[in-house]
C-alpha cells in the first residue's frame, strides 16, 4: 500500500483547484456547517450573557416581589439582614403635560438604587435616583408628551421636573413586558400622588445585593419559607430574565433542530454528490488498479480528495456562521441580551465541524468503499452492467458516524427527548424514503407497458439498471417536504397573530378605578361618548398557595416543579368576585352561586387548569391575599373564551369570600364608531388622576410585533432547510443527468428528436413528482406541526391553499431544474460522447 504522502500527491494532481465535481458536497456542508455555527454561536453568546450579567440584569443577586403592598417591616428587617437592600415600586400611571397625555410605567427607586451597574442619561451622566423633585424620563415618553429636560409633568396629583432623558436604564430587561414607557422617580412618589391607597394595583420590589461566596437560591427559598403567606414572587441571578432564558433554550433547541434537519438533507446530497463525482472518476479509478494500486489505495486518495472537500466546505460553514452572528446580534438587539461584534464560541464551532464531518462520513462512506471494492474491468463495464451495491462494508464507519451524530446532538440539551424523537424520525423518513424507492422500482417494472413510447421509456427508465429512483426519491421527498413545511409554519404561525391579537378589543382598559367612584366613573363614560358601553370589575392581586382535597392539600411551595399548563401557580395573577357568571365565560361543570350568597366562600376555575391539577368540585383552593390566607371551596369548572381581548379570570370568587380586602376596579370602555377619543381621554385623565387609562391599540400593535418578529426568526431559520433541499435536488437531477448522458446518445442515435428527449425528462420526472407529492405533503405537515403545537406551544392553524399551492410550485421548480438539467445533453454530440463513455 502506497504512503499517505504519495496517496495525496496523487490525489491533489487529480482535484481542481475549484473541486470540480464535489461543489455540492461543498455546498451541503457549507449551509449545514454554517446553520450550526451561527446558531451555536449566538444562543452561546446569549446564555453566556444572561449567565455573565444576570447580577447587572437583575439588579442585585435577589429580587423579592409582591403586589398591593409594602413589605412588613418585619419582612423588610429580613431582606436587610440577607444583603444590602433597595426597595421601590412598579405601576401603571399617567403622566400629562397640558392637555396631552401618556401611560407609562412608573418605577420608583430609593436611594440605593441602582445596586448593581449606573443609569445613564443621554447627557452622559452616571447616576441613580433622581433628585427630590425631579423625574428620569425614557425618550418614548419625551417623544409622547412632547416635552424635554427642563420642562414639567404631573403624575397623579405631584408635579416633577424632567432630570434627564433615560439612555440605558441598567435593569430594563428585568422588568419585562411594560404598556408604556420608564419615568424614574424617587420612591415618596407614588405615596404623595396617590397611587399606593389601599386596594391600588401596583407591585413593591425589592432587590438584595448579598455578601461574597452567599447562595442566593438558598436565602431566597429561606425568606419564603420564612413567611409561607406573604405571597412573594422571588428570583436570582441565575434567572434574571426568566422569560428572555425561556425563550432563548426553546429558540435554541429549534435552531438546532433545524441545523440538524438542513445537515440530514444535505447529507442526501453529500452521498449523491460523492455518488456522481466517484462515477465520473470511474474511469481514472479503474486505470489505477489496472497499474498496480490496490483497492487500500483508491480508498486513501479518494478519501483524500473527498476530505480535503469537507474540510474546505465546512471550514467555509464556520467563517460564514461567525460572520453572520454581528447581524443576527444587531437584529435582536432590543430583544435578548446579545453584546455586538464578532464572538467566538470554541465549542459550538467545534460542535458545527463534527456534526458536518459526521454527516460527510456517514453518507460519503458508502459510495467510497464501493469503489474500491470491485476489480479494474467490473468498473469499465459499469456502464453497461451497473455495479452491485453492498452496504456491509460501510457498517462500520456509517455505524460510527451515526453514534457520533447522535451523542453531539444529545449532549448539552434542554430537551434530549425532543432530539432523541427529531433523530429517530429522520432515519424512519430515510427509511421510509429508501423503501419508497424500492416499491417504485418494483412497480414500475411490473406495470404493463403504455402504447405510446415516450411513456413506455419515461416508466422504463424509473428501473432500467443503473437507474438513480432511489436517490431522486429521496432527494425530492426531502425537498418537497421543506417546502411545505415553509408554508405550513408561516401560514400557521400568521393565523396565530390574528387569533391570540383579536382584531376587535375595547378601546380603553382602565386601571385603579377607585371603589368608591364606580358609579361616577360610569356616568363621565357616558356622558363623554353616549352610547359607549364600560364594563367594571372588581381588581386585586393574589397567589395560589395550596389547592387539592381537604385533608391532603398541596402546598405550591412543596412543588419540585410546575405541572404543565398550570401556570398560574407561577406567582401572583389576577382575582376578582362576581354575582353572575363573567361575559364570556361558561360553567361548565358544577353550579354558580346564587345572587346575595353569604355562605362558605367559593370560587370558580378555569377547566384548563382543573384539568392540569387534577381538581374536583368540592376541594378547596387557598390564595395569599395581601399577606393574608384565605380559602375557598371550588363549586364549578368554567370555560373561559381567551381569544377576546376583555376581563379574564382563572379564579373568580363569591363575594362575601374576598370582598372585604382593600381593592380598586379595573374596567374597560367600547366607544361607538366615529367618536373622538381625545376628549375622552383628556376628561378621565383630569377627574381620575390617580387611574391608568391605557389605549389599547398601541398594545395591540406592540403584540403584533412581537409576534411577528419570533415569526420572522423561525420562517429565516427554516429557510435554511429549504435551501439545503433545493441544492440536493439540483444535485440528484445533476447527477441523474450524468447517467442519463449514455442513455440520451443511443436515443439520438436511433433518431429520437431533441423535444422528444425533453419531453422524455419532463416525463419521467413528472410522475415521480407526482407520487412524491403526497409523501412530502405528509412528512412537511407532521414535521411544522411538531415544531407549531409541541415546541412552540401555538395552535394548528395553516392555510392549506398556500401549503397546497406551494407544493405546486415546489413541483413546478422540479420540472424546471429537470429542463434546465437537460439542455446539456440535448446539445451532446453523438460521436464526441460515445469517444468518452
Partial sequence: ?????????????????????????????????????????????????????????????????????????????????????????????????????????????????PLVGHLILKDGRKTGAPPEGEAWIAQGAADRLGIGVGQNLTIGSVTLKVGGIIADEPDRL??????????????????????????????????????RGSDPDAIAKS????????????????????????????????????????????????????????????????????????????????LLQIAAAAVVGSALGLAAGVLVTPLLA?????????????????????????????????????????????PAMALFRARVAPLASNWRDAALPVGLGITGIVALSLIGTRQPEMVAGFLAGAAAILGLLGALGWAIRTLSARLPRPQRPLLRIALSNLHRPGAQTGALVTALGFGLAAFVLLAAIQTSLDANIQARVPQRAPDYFVLDVPRDRVGDFVRTVEAQAPGAQARTVPAMRGAILAYGPEDRMIRVSTLKSIPEN?????????????????????????????????????????????EALDLKLGDQLTIGLLGVERTARISSFRRIDWDSLGFNYVLVFSPNAIRDAPHNFAATIDLPQDSQRGPMLRTLVRDYPTSSVIEVGGVLTQARDLLRQVSAAVLSAASVAVLAGIAVLLGAIAAARAA????????????????QLLLLQVAEYALLSLVLAGVALALGTGTAWLVVVKLFEFD??????????????????VIAFAMAASLPLLRAKPAQALREL
Fill in 796 to 813: 394548528w392553524l395553516p392555510n392549506w391553499p398556500v401549503v397546497l399551492a406551494t407544493l405546486g410550485l415546489g413541483l413546478a421548480l
Fill in 330 to 374: 444587531k437584529a435582536l438587539g432590543n430583544l435578548l441580551p446579545v453584546a455586538a461584534g464578532f464572538t467566538l464560541d470554541g465549542w459550538a464551532l467545534a460542535r458545527a465541524a463534527a456534526f458536518g464531518l459526521l454527516v460527510a462520513l456517514v453518507f460519503a462512506a458508502p459510495p467510497l468503499l464501493a469503489a474500491r471494492r470491485f
Fill in 1 to 113: 500500500m502506497i504512503t499517505w504522502r504519495a496517496a495525496w500527491t496523487i490525489a491533489r494532481r487529480d482535484l481542481s483547484a475549484r473541486f470540480r465535481g464535489l461543489r455540492l458536497l461543498l455546498v451541503c456542508l457549507f449551509l449545514g456547517v454554517g446553520a450550526l455555527s451561527a446558531i451555536g454561536t449566538l444562543t452561546g453568546a446569549i446564555g453566556k450573557e444572561l449567565s455573565s450579567r444576570g447580577r447587572a440584569i437583575l439588579g442585585g443577586d435577589i429580587e423579592v416581589s409582591v403586589w398591593q403592598r409594602s413589605a412588613s417591616p418585619q419582612e423588610q428587617a429580613a431582606f436587610a439582614k440577607a444583603g444590602k437592600l433597595s426597595g421601590g415600586y412598579r405601576m401603571q400611571a399617567m403622566a400629562r403635560v397640558g392637555d396631552m397625555a401618556s401611560p407609562v410605567e412608573l418605577k420608583a427607586i430609593d436611594q440605593a438604587w
Fill in 740 to 755: 442519463r448522458l449514455y442513455d440520451n446518445v443511443i436515443l439520438r442515435v436511433l433518431g429520437a428528436s431533441r423535444r
Fill in 174 to 211: 428585568s422588568e419585562g413586558f411594560a404598556l408604556g414607557p420608564v419615568v424614574l422617580v424617587g420612591s415618596d412618589v407614588p405615596a404623595r400622588a396617590g397611587l399606593t391607597a389601599p386596594g391600588a394595583m401596583y407591585r413593591a420590589k425589592y432587590r438584595i445585593a448579598l455578601p
Fill in 566 to 610: 398550570a401556570w398560574p401557580l407561577r406567582g401572583e395573577r389576577g382575582l376578582t368576585y362576581s354575582e353572575d357568571i363573567p361575559e364570556g365565560n361558561v360553567v361548565t361543570e358544577g353550579e354558580w352561586w346564587p345572587t346575595g350568597y353569604a355562605g362558605e366562600p367559593l370560587v370558580s376555575i378555569d377547566e384548563r387548569l382543573a
Fill in 223 to 302: 425568606l419564603k419559607e420564612q413567611f409561607p403567606s406573604s405571597g412573594f414572587e422571588t428570583r436570582t441571578r441565575e434567572r434574571a430574565a426568566p422569560g428572555a432564558e425561556r425563550f432563548v433554550a426553546r429558540m435554541g433547541d429549534f435552531l438546532i433542530l433545524v441545523g440538524l434537519a438542513a445537515l440530514v438533507i444535505a447529507g442526501i446530497g453529500i452521498g449523491g454528490g460523492v455518488s456522481s463525482y466517484l462515477e465520473a472518476r470511474r474511469g481514472s479509478i479503474a486505470t489505477l488498479k489496472v497499474l498496480g494500486a490496490t483497492s487500500g489505495d483508491i480508498a486513501r486518495i479518494y
